[in-house]
């Protein structure tokens, strides 16, 4: 068994937030890490802390937002290392309040960081009041993600207004400078013209541009990650969609709900318009789902939480029965989803399936799978150390193709220590949805859920 010296120190560090340590603790630590008898609330403590410091340490340094992606071995062919993006920003966002949370850095820290992010938010590149995909860290001008798509992306502004509005909850009864930062936020939130990415349809679009208007032509139907796009855009105060769109749009007159069943569990939604394929990438099951509880939620179409348990278990199984055979896969290495690969990046799933793993796969699963994702966690953490650095595991690896780079990619780390903490404590899934605009949007949608019964 190896364990390296970072993973014993985050370990160590970890236990030393909850209690002083003499040195007969610390040495009672590396024995249990040593006979794999640790703790699970010391690795969950430990992948949580070093995925936060993604978003903490690692953060861009201008804007205080996340940096797309860290590659360790300082190697960018893009020549993209100061570049910001927008949806894993949101989620950076989400993750400092875990570390909050968990006493890896105090309220203030955080509210200074805050800060920094939202002046620099407040001054950037918008379009209809929708930031860009990606922005440069240092002017806060777009950085076009493709040749088209270098104006307002809804879905990336759905997943940061996601956890600014995270945020805005966490702070807005606190002090006088606390209020005004809720306030900030609450006005960039109502800056944002849902409506307008209509294009007077009945549907979300996903990109406009001032030098190619809607030339994208990328029209957002379901099922995929971008459910809390449809239910920000419904839930603004200023610029709502209707419930139509989310119908005709988002649930394509009810053909999203035609469900299949594999291994032995219903996908409860069709996960492909243009596809046969069962399911998506894990992904799917945690973007919109940072903030909006799945527990108990529902609508005409769904039962939210069967859902994304199911999308989850499906992979497990999928993983243990390994059709195809690739080395390593089964109940302790499983969850596919997009990432870094091989060969660039890739869509991995059933069905894509390249033999690669991506951890945040099975980590952010963390709360529809806690056995199956706590055995994920175990083997990484101890048979498969090397697979992990400095801001937590590796964006992905294949172990037949003896492949892995020291890199990580905002949109990956940042669901993992989210989505832990949900599993943990629920407090990101509480700030969000206790949010009055997004209880209306959801009343307005035809959702049930715990929350609004309160």
């Not at 590396?30 to 609330?41: F, G, P, R």
């Not at 992010?117 to 076009?144: C, N, Y």
């Not at 001032?210 to 610029?239: I, R």
């Not at 091989?342 to 793993?357: E, F, K, M, Q, S």
Request: proline share 5%; charged share 20%.
């Amino acid at each position: 068994m190896r364990i390296t010296a970072i993973v014993l120190a985050l370990l160590i560090i970890s236990c030393q937030d909850h209690k002083k340590n003499t040195p007969q603790d610390q040495e009672t630590a590396i024995a249990d890490v040593k006979s794999a008898t640790v703790s699970d609330e010391a690795l969950l403590d430990s992948v949580e802390r070093q995925t936060f410091n993604y978003f903490w340490d690692g953060a861009n340094k201008n804007s205080g937002l996340a940096a797309e992606r860290i590659h360790l071995d300082n190697i960018y062919p893009s020549n993209d290392e100061n570049v910001v993006t927008t949806g894993g920003s949101g989620f950076g966002l989400m993750a400092i309040l875990a570390g909050v949370k968990r006493g890896f850095i105090t309220r203030e820290q955080a509210f200074q960081r805050y800060q920094k992010a939202i002046s620099f938010l407040e001054k950037a590149d918008r379009f209809h009041g929708a930031w860009p995909h990606w922005m440069h860290g240092d002017t806060g001008k777009v950085q076009p993600f493709g040749q088209k798509d270098d104006g307002g992306d809804l879905v990336e502004t759905a997943f940061l207004m996601q956890g600014l509005l995270t945020v805005k909850e966490y702070f807005k009864d606190g002090n006088e400078q606390e209020k005004e930062l809720a306030a900030r936020i609450q006005k960039m939130w109502e800056e944002v013209e849902w409506d307008w990415y209509t294009h007077g349809k009945d549907v979300l679009y996903w990109h406009w541009s001032p030098n190619y208007a809607w030339e994208m032509n990328f029209p957002v139907g379901g099922y995929n990650e971008c459910l809390v796009m449809y239910v920000l855009a419904a839930a603004s105060p200023t610029h709502p969609i209707t419930k139509e769109v989310y119908e005709k749009g988002w649930a394509r007159n009810g053909a999203i709900a035609k469900d299949t069943t594999y291994y032995g569990l219903q996908t409860v939604l069709d996960h492909f318009e243009h596809d046969d394929a069962p399911v998506g990438p894990l992904f799917w099951a945690h973007y919109s789902y940072l903030g909006l509880n799945p527990k108990g939620l529902k609508d005409q179409y769904a039962d939210y939480w069967k859902l994304n348990q199911n999308h989850a278990l499906i992979q497990y199984k999928y993983a243990v029965d390994n059709p195809e055979n690739h080395e390593g896969y089964g109940e302790n290495l499983w969850g596919l989803t997009s990432s870094y690969s091989v060969d660039g990046y890739a869509g991995h799933r059933p069905g894509n399936d390249l033999g690669v793993i991506s951890p945040t796969a099975a980590l952010s699963s963390m709360p529809y799978t806690p056995k199956e994702s706590m055995q994920f966690l175990k083997y990484l953490y101890t048979k498969q150390d090397t697979l992990i650095g400095k801001y937590g595991p590796y964006d992905a690896f294949s172990l037949e193709k003896k492949w892995v780079l020291p890199r990580y990619l905002a949109i990956d780390q940042g669901p993992i220590p989210v989505m832990i903490e949900n599993y943990r404590s629920g407090m990101l899934w509480d700030l969000f949805m206790e949010n009055k605009d997004v209880q209306s949007g959801l009343k307005k949608l035809g959702f049930t859920s715990p929350y609004l019964d309160n």
